[in-house]
């Protein structure tokens, strides 16, 4: 288990990144912002996911970073998506059976096919409102 805030993020960080390139692609990083409160449907979510990307000056097909990650759920302003230590650990158990359970199945069944699942029912996370400022960004 995580011992400090740092590892705790990065392996947050990890268990989004389905296919281990070290970057969170739009369906990956979609994952994680279902999950802290982003409700949206396929094209707000790609003009947000686009928005983040913009702001920090990061190139599309580079997608979000572990440095980016960090800085984006260690950002306590409307731009950021602070998320408590506590939140993260929810979160890492949130996502870590889902990742398992992705890696038992063939590969063709990545994340990005899972685009409408952040439409139905999600677990709660209790995450505050200043801390989910998804389709609140321009």
């Known amino acids: 288990p995580p011992q400090n ?3 705790l993020i990065e392996e947050t960080f990890h268990a989004c990144d389905r296919d281990r390139d070290g970057r969170l692609n739009s ?17 707000s979510w790609d003009e947000e996911y686009h928005s983040l990307l913009r702001e920090s000056a990061t190139n599309p097909s580079d997608g979000v970073n572990l440095a980016l990650f960090v800085a984006l759920v260690n950002d ?10 506590e939140e993260l650990r929810k979160l890492l158990g949130m996502l870590e059976p889902a990742k398992l359970a992705l890696d038992a199945q063939a590969s ?31």
Do not use: H, N
């Open 76 to 85: 306590k302003s409307d731009d950021g998506c602070y998320c408590t230590d």
């Open 108 to 138: 063709a069944a990545p994340w990005g096919s899972c685009s409408g699942c952040l439409s139905r029912r999600r677990p709660a996370l209790d995450v505050q409102a200043s801390a989910a400022p998804w389709g609140e960004r321009r």
């Open 27 to 43: 369906a990956e990083m979609r994952v994680f912002a279902g999950i802290v409160g982003f409700d949206g449907d396929d094209a």
């Open 5 to 7: 805030r740092d590892e």
